[in-house]
């Protein structure tokens, strides 16, 4: 196992009408932004909810938040929270509003022009401090309500690049599966596929002998599969949305990544889709992902094995017909959840993948994954199996 530092600070209010523990977190006296999406909470009651838990604190909304959060609403919604002096963030919705918050809180605090804290390491890592941030999620999937990250797009210059600063972890996340009963099928699959994802990244690299994460991440996964087509057919499961909702959380607040070697190169091929052809997040996952581990298997062979025999139950056969069989799964699952995991379902032709190879250089991902090999070519090989 690496040695590792980990830092989770953030506070969990798990269940049933915890939103009303929002009022022992936030200051009485603070001056409070409420920052949200298209409107999903004003219909399904969380913004009320909130509302009444804030109780007479001075509060403002900042509500358009889009999927993907735009650079140039956020800054709006800076400038509108340095124009009212509040002191506390309240993010009430998906990753999106969560990411765009993060980003809120550190360009109201940050001196010059706040698109280098996503353009450049080095500014985001020398921030010197945001505005607190809390979180009432209403979609498990990104595992941002833990986490000090947030993936920004700017549509203007296509570009969609991310930001970590240990300023803006959430200071607490609300995390209540039923504000998840009225999210759209195509939303609740989305979230099923980022977070497993998100545990691939971090489990399929190579071994290090670290039992315990291995040991989770595998959890994580087994859970999905098992109560993921749960809440796609019974949307009001309680307890198949709150596993959903924990494993999500838990697939990204720092956990299971401790200690071990990081992938993520299916997250940065699948950014560069978002940003060209406007595909959700987690839809890139599923098409990138399955072709990944197939141009990985050599450098991934035992963690290959392993997610094969413990996640899969797959024992017999030869090692290439083990990972065969195992990254097979992995594209049914994402397929059987609804995830189409072709360009083409997307009706994107194979014609625009040099489009896609040209961002990636642009933004340097030209060294990705655990070993830091994964070329603009090999980038180029997996989009093209996946076409
Ligand atoms: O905007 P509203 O009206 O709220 O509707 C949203 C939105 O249209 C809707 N929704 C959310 N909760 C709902 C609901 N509708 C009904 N009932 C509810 N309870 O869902 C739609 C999508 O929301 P969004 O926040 O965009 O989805 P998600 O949580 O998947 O976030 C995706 C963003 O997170 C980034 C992605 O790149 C993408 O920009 N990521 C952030 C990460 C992080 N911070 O660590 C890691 C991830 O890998 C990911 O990159
Ligand atoms: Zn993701």
Do not use: C
Not at 50 to 66: C, H, M, P, T
């Amino acid at each position: 196992m690496f040695n590792f530092n980990l830092h989770a600070p953030t506070k969990v209010l798990f269940g049933k009408d915890q939103i009303a523990g929002i009022a022992a977190e936030i200051p009485a006296e603070a001056r409070v932004l409420i920052t949200y999406g298209g409107g999903s909470i004003k219909r399904n009651g969380v913004l009320d909810a909130v509302r009444k838990a804030l109780g007479d604190r001075v509060v403002f909304e900042f509500g358009g938040i889009e999927p993907n959060p735009d650079y140039a609403t956020l800054m709006n919604a800076a400038n509108l929270g340095l124009e009212k002096q509040v002191d506390f963030l309240l993010a009430v919705g998906g990753g999106s509003v969560a990411d765009g918050t993060k980003f809120i809180a550190a360009a109201m605090r940050f001196k010059g022009d706040a698109w280098e804290i996503l353009a450049k390491r080095s500014v985001a890592a020398s921030l010197e401090s945001a505005v607190p941030i809390g979180v009432v999620l209403t979609l498990p999937a990104t595992g941002s309500e833990m986490n000090a990250g947030a993936v920004i797009s700017r549509r203007e210059t296509g570009d969609k690049l991310d930001f970590h600063s240990a300023h803006v972890f959430p200071r607490f996340a609300v995390l209540d599966p039923v504000t998840t009963f009225t999210l759209p099928e195509r939303q609740t699959i989305n979230g099923v596929v980022d977070a497993f994802v998100h545990t691939t990244e971090q489990y399929l690299t190579y071994p290090v002998n670290a039992k315990v994460q291995d040991r989770m991440a595998e959890g994580i996964l087994l859970t999905l599969i098992e109560d993921g087509p749960k809440v796609l057919a019974h949307p009001e499961d309680y307890d198949a949305r709150a596993n959903v909702m924990w494993a999500a959380t838990m697939a990204l607040n720092g956990f299971i990544g401790a200690g071990v070697p990081q992938d993520w190169a299916t997250h940065m091929v699948g950014h560069e889709l978002t940003a060209m052809h406007g595909l959700d997040h987690a839809q890139t996952l599923a098409i990138v992902l399955p072709s990944m581990l197939a141009a990985r298997r050599e450098q991934k062979r035992e963690k290959l094995l392993q997610y094969a025999e413990r996640v899969w139950n797959i024992r017999e056969g030869s090692e290439a017909e083990r990972i065969d069989a195992a990254i097979e799964a992995t594209r049914a699952f994402f397929e059987r959840m609804g995830a189409s995991t072709r360009l083409s379902g997307y009706g994107i032709d194979a014609s625009r993948i040099e489009d896609i190879v040209s961002k990636l250089e642009e933004h340097g991902m030209t060294a990705l994954g655990e070993h830091g090999d994964i070329t603009l070519d090999i980038s180029r090989k997996v989009l093209l199996a996946a076409a």
